[in-house]
């Protein structure tokens, strides 16, 4: 048996895709596993600003239609950039053990977060980074930067550029050999994560067995609950990268416990919540509930689109 892995051309999406391909075929001598590389809207137009492209599954349509046609028999995303609405069509077949959830930052001269001169411009496309950087530092500048991870990080380290520093996924720079880079790995006190960051999604045709069959000892369970709890976080105030909003789930004897925050995007004020519980869904949506009951709205007005 053959299976093709549908894959973005990013060294990141390349990385993580052979390193599915390698899994399965350590799982499953004989088995054949060949990648397919295609390029999505969100590779093409990465110079424009995210807001302005927007738009659920900037980095996976492409991949999801070559799944439909057949032409791919798996997709290999960065489960942070699955869009948190269910798709019939799709199901997660695995949710590989997590990577380092957690931010890095990577800055000129090796400054940590507190250590950044006064005002410094930080680079970051994200929302719910800038929002917190300004909740930690109010002086910094927030610039935007967009680019693929060793492009952003040479723009941010570039002398006569405008950056001072960027804040990056650690999972992405690990998976790059850029680790060396980091000035500092910020804790989740400081910087929550972006729902799902670290964690790979192998997604398969709902139904195709065959596939799914294979995928399954891939799968690491802790993580998944992890991730789906997080995720339910997300979906139940609104979905969607442009929200400010962190979410970080840890599995420990059996039980998660879920730290959520929300922010309104200048960083003024936030709010942050953990909770425990046993079933993912329910407990990222009573999350959700008990933030918007401390008035969560609020402050997510403006950025819901
Ligand atoms: N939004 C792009 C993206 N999608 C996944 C990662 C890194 C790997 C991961 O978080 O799993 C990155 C880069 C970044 O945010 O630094």
Redesign the pocket.
């Known amino acids: 048996m053959k299976l093709v892995i549908g894959t973005r051309g990013s060294r990141?999406a390349l990385w993580q895709s052979e390193h599915v391909a390698r899994r399965l075929r350590e799982l499953h001598p004989g088995l054949e596993v060949e990648l397919l590389t295609l390029s999505t809207r969100g590779d093409r137009e990465l110079e424009k600003a995210l807001p302005e492209i927007g738009g659920k599954g900037l980095f996976t349509a492409e991949l999801e239609a070559a799944l439909e046609r057949g032409e791919a028999d798996l997709a290999v995303h960065?489960?942070?950039?699955l869009p948190t609405e269910p798709d019939p069509r799709f199901t997660l077949g695995a949710v590989p053990e997590r990577?380092s959830p957690l931010e890095a930052l990577i800055s000129r001269g090796g400054a940590r977060l507190a250590e950044l001169p006064r005002g410094a411009t930080v680079g970051t496309s994200?929302p719910r980074r800038a929002a917190q950087l300004r909740a930690a530092r109010p002086d910094l500048r927030i610039e935007s930067l967009r680019g693929n991870?060793p492009t952003r990080i040479q723009k941010a380290l570039d002398p006569t550029g405008p950056y001072d520093a960027v804040l990056?996924?650690l999972?992405?720079l690990e998976?790059l050999g850029l680790q060396g880079q980091v000035s500092e790995v910020l804790p989740p006190e400081v910087v929550l994560p972006?729902p799902a960051?670290?964690?790979?999604a192998v997604q398969a045709r709902a139904g195709d067995e065959a596939v799914l069959e294979r995928l399954r000892p891939l799968d690491h369970p802790p993580t998944r609950r992890a991730v789906e709890a997080e995720r339910a976080f997300l979906r139940a105030l609104g979905s969607g990268c442009s929200l400010p909003v962190g979410a970080l789930a840890v599995e420990e004897n059996g039980l998660l416990r879920l730290r959520g925050r929300v922010l309104r995007p200048d960083g003024s004020q936030s709010l942050t919540h953990a909770l425990e519980g046993g079933d993912p869904e329910q407990l990222g949506a009573a999350l959700a509930e008990a933030l918007l009951a401390r008035g969560a709205a609020r402050l997510l007005e403006g950025a819901w689109a």
Do not use: N, P
């Open positions: 990141l960065s489960l942070k950039d990577a994200s991870v990056l996924a999972a992405g998976r972006a960051q670290g964690a790979l």
